[in-house]
Structures are given as C-alpha cells and as structure tokens.
C-alpha cells in the first residue's frame, strides 16, 4: 500500500468521523437546510471535473469534460443558492424579545439586512433590502 | 508531489477546514446562513487553486479550457436559475436533482480517468476499486436520483412500482455490476467499463422505483450520502484531499439523516428498500370499526375553541404543503397570538417530503423558528394544551403506534390525544399512508373538520375575526 493512498484513507476517515460529530448536532428544524448545503459541498466535484478537462485531447475527452463540467456547476452554483434562499427565511422576531439583536423597525425586511461579502453573491437570489 | 503542487494541496486543506467550520455553523438557525457563506467561500477558493493549478501546469488545450468553463457556467446558470424559481415545497425534487448531477459528474471523472488511463495502458489495481466504486454508486445515484425527483414532481406515480420479479432482477443486476467491476481490477477494459455503467443505473432506477412517495425522506437522505461517498471516492482516483473530505462529510450527513428518517418511521432501511408497506394486502383492521362516531364541528365553533384558548398546538402534516395552506395557517396563528393565545407547532421529524421540510415551510410563511418544535421537546406540553390543531398529518398523530400489533406499532408519534381537545382539520376521511384508522378522530374529545387545508384556514380566521372583532 502506497503513502499516498494510505494518506487518502487517513483523511476520509477522520472526515467521516468529523463529519458525524458536527452535523450530529445539527437541530432538526434546519435539516432540510442542511441537506442542500452538503449538497452544494458536494459540488466541489467540479474541481474534479475541471481536472479532468486537463488531459482531455480528443472528443471523447471534450465531451465527458463539458458534460461532468455542466453538471458540478449546476450542482455547486443551484446548492449554494437554494440554501442560502431557505436560510434566508428562518427568523427569529419578537416572539422572544430579549434574543432578538436589535433591528431595524421593518419586521418583514429584518432578516435581509446586514449583507457582507460573499452574501452579496447569494443575495441576488432574493429580494435584497438596499 | 512536487513543490507548486503541494501549496495547491495545502490550499485543498484549507478548503476542507472551511467545509467543516461551515457545517458546524449549521447547529443554530442563528449562524447558519454565515455556515453557508463559509462553505461557499471554500468552493470558491477551491474553483480559483484549481484555475491556478491548471495555468500553471500549462498542458491544457485552448478547446480544454473552453469546454470546461462554457459547461460550467451553462450548467451554473441553469442551477441558479433552478434554486430562484423552486417552489418552497419542490425543494425535495431539486435537492434530488442535485444529488443526481453530483453523482453523475463523481462517475464520470472516474470514467474519463479510467478511459485516458486505459488508452495507455496504465490502470493500476488500487486506482481500479476507487475507480469501480466511484463509478457503481454515482451511476445509481445518477438514475436513482432521477427517478426520486419524478416521483416526487408527480411526473412518476407516487405509488410503489412493483415489477414483476423485480427482486430478481436487482440481484441479477447487482452480480452483473460487481461482477464486471472485480474482472476489471485484473483487466482493464473498455466494454467493461460500459457495461459497469448501464448496470449501475438500472440498478439505479430498480431500486427507487418500487419505493413508495411518503418513505421519500429516507430515499433522498440515502441518496445524498451515497453522492457523498461517490464524490470521496473521485477524490481517491484523482488524489485530491478536498473531495475526499467533503465527501466523506456529506456521506456522514445523509447517512445521519437517513437513520433518523428511518427511525421517526419505524421502518428499517432495508424494509423501504426492499419495498413492502402501501401494497394494499395483509391490511390488519385495527382501531374501531365503522360504529364508532366522529364528531364533526363547524368553523364558528372551532374558532371559538381556538380564540378562548390558552395554549395551542398546531400539528402540520404533509396535507398542509399539499394545499399550500402554509400562509394561511401561519396567518390563523398571528390572530391567534395577538389575542394573547399561546401558539406553537409541533413538527414531526418526517412531516413533508425530505427531513425537516416543513420547517422551511413553515418559515416561507414567517412563522419564527422558536415557535418550531421538535417531537421530543413538545410531547410532554400537550397535556396542558387547550386544543391541538391537527392540518393534514394522519399516521403520525395515531395512539395506535403505542400498541403492538398494527403497522406503524413502534412508531414514534406525537401525542396530540393529550391535549384537551383536539380539532382535526382534514380534506377526506380516508386513510394515511399506512392504511389505517387514525383511533384519534373516535376520541371523544376529537371534533372534525373537512375541508382542505388552504379553505379551513381561511373560514378558521374569518370566523375568528368576526367573532372576537
């Protein structure tokens, strides 16, 4: 058995094991949210896709690469989206005032505030409050 | 490993960090959308080391590069546009189909590796079991995954397909599978490689199809771990550290949630795949029998309940989505709370059609989440509760899970028959989807209302308007 692959087999492991640890803690209330984020985590295969595209010299090659390639975009670009749309709509109100970190006095828009970032990216999803 | 290459690597590792920082944000609906923001920025670090990986290794063609980003960006434009316009109750589907591209892109980076390697004549015995696997559970997550979102888009029957010997034919379809893939560790050949993929996805399309609509929250959990486990082992065929983890993480987490399914359904894993339940025989009668009476009550009444209660639960179900009466309830219940009733929503683990679906629905109406309760946390608050306000949701409110002896024996269930009354609002008086008498609407203490959920909810509020001003 190679380093290398003995290396592979170290990490995939402990990622599993990590894997259970943290999303074991994940409250039931945001599974589906969370569903759509490993999703979109899961499209880091484009990476793989793109490394393919490296060696591709014929139009098999080409062709396997376009079509691994529309899929991982589709996957990582749609994941990221739809679960940034989902989160964007848990909110916490006033229904337990002393939690609530004080916002701006439109209840309906409260959540939509305070955009940084890569958020930016995300929010041209939904409605964005300037 | 060369120097420039393993900064990259390093780069990978940092992403991997970022994947896992992220996911563990998702522990309170408080920081989870900057998990998402965290995990994103990952990807996009990955997406640009791998840009400059590629540049700096200078081997790829002018029609290599075109292919890649006109694919990626097509398919990225498509997946945006799919997360923007997706009903809130379609999210199932779409997650389905994004575990299908996701397996299906993890099967072909090994495909194409395997055919480049093979062209050479350089397919290594260690690379090949990555490679079979990789290419064995994307191919069937690819079509299973398809076949997923049909059922549950209604473009497929929701009910279980039953094909004749169709067992047969999965194992036949297995052997052929495993078969070909422990011939190709020896030999390294192309047509076995094919036969390797058009096996896996009709075993794919064999093993969802039998599965009924209501069991689709363990399917799609089983199908998102099995991407995960593909996209690991992509990870293992190009020795690229970033798909190892973040596929290792997302197997952790379908598998997590699959077994939660599974339990919240009493069923096991290998009874839903395996196909059963739904199938019309050895329906054992149970509960009582056409003499006992329900009690029916008109929206005046159940709205005078409500208004004068102290404390309601509200027990949505599948119904509920079905109508699209989540506005609607969420509207009744802000009436409600403006009168100084104390309101809150007792959500079982498998209401809707993937976990924690009618979470999000309900939240689409702006119900805060701290009014969202798990099944655990509010059981024991029904024996105080006023009225118990059941919308669409059957099995998962019937006493006769706590008795052995019926279908869903076992199963766990909230405990609406606490409350001190309870009013059912339902389109029909026939069965859930394990086909029995719900014992709750026999209670005496339960009133009927017949009406879809969307209409109910609208005469609900009216009369509750008119009446209290």
Known sequence: MSTALLTDLTIFILALLVGIEVIGKVPATLHTPLMSATNAIHGIVLVGAMLIGVSAHNAVGYVLAFIASFFAGANVVGGYAVTGRMLKMFRKKAVTPAAVPSESGQPELESLNGHKGLRGLLSKVGRVQP | ????????????????????????????????????????????????????????????????????????????????????????????????????????????????????????????????????????????????????????????????????????????????????????????????????????????????????????????????AFTGTAVAMAGFVIGNWALIVAGALVGASGSILTKLMADAMNRSLTNIIVGG???????????????????????????????????????????????????????????????????????????????????????????????????????????????????????VTNPAARRPGNEISGMPILDVDQAKSVIVVKRSMGHGYAGLDNELYYDPKTSMYVADAKKAMAELTAAVKTLVG
């Open chain 2, 1 to 224: 490993m060369s120097g420039f290459t393993g900064y990259i690597q390093l780069v990978y590792v940092l992403v991997a960090a970022l994947f896992v920082v992220g996911l563990h944000l998702m522990n309170s609906p408080a920081t989870a959308r900057r998990g998402n923001q965290v995990a994103l920025t990952g990807m996009v670090i990955a997406v640009i080391a791998t840009f400059v990986l590629l540049g700096h290794d200078g081997t790829v063609t002018a029609t290599g590069w075109t292919v890649m980003i006109v694919g990626a960006l097509l398919g990225s434009a498509v997946g945006l546009w799919a997360a923007r316009t997706v009903q809130m109750t379609a999210i199932p589907q779409l997650v389905s189909a994004f575990n299908s591209v996701g397996g299906g892109a993890a099967a072909l980076v090994a495909i194409y590796g395997y055919y480049y390697a093979e062209s050479r004549g350089t397919v290594l015995g260690t690379t090949s079991v990555f490679t079979v696997l990789d290419v064995l559970i994307g191919s069937v997550t690819f079509s299973g995954s398809i076949i997923a979102a049909g059922k549950l888009q209604g473009l497929i029957s929701g009910q279980p397909i039953i094909v004749k010997g169709g067992r047969l034919i999965n194992v036949a379809l297995a052997v052929v599978a495993l078969g070909t893939g422990a011939f190709m560790f020896g030999t390294a050949s192309l047509p076995a490689m094919l036969i390797l993929v058009l096996a896996s996805l009709a075993f794919g399309v064999m093993m969802v199809l039998p599965i009924g609509g209501a069991d689709m929250p363990v399917v799609i959990s089983l199908l998102n």
């Open chain 2, 277 to 395: 339940f739904g199938t019309g025989d050895s329906m054992v009668a149970v509960g009582p029998a056409g003499d006992a009476q329900v009690r029916s009550i008109a929206a005046d009444d159940a709205a005078i309940q409500l208004a004068y209660a102290s404390k309601v639960i509200i027990v949505p179900g599948y119904g509920l989505a079905a109508a699209q009466a989540q506005h609607g309830v969420a509207e009744l219940a802000k009436l409600l709370e403006d009168r100084g009733v104390e309101v809150s929503y007792a959500i079982h683990p498998v209401a809707g059609r993937m976990p924690g679906h009618m979470n999000v629905l309900l939240a689409e109406a702006n119900v805060p989440y701290p009014q969202l309760r798990e099944m655990d946390e509010i059981n024991p608050e029904f024996a105080r509760t006023d009225v118990a306000l059941v919308i669409g949701a059957n099995d």
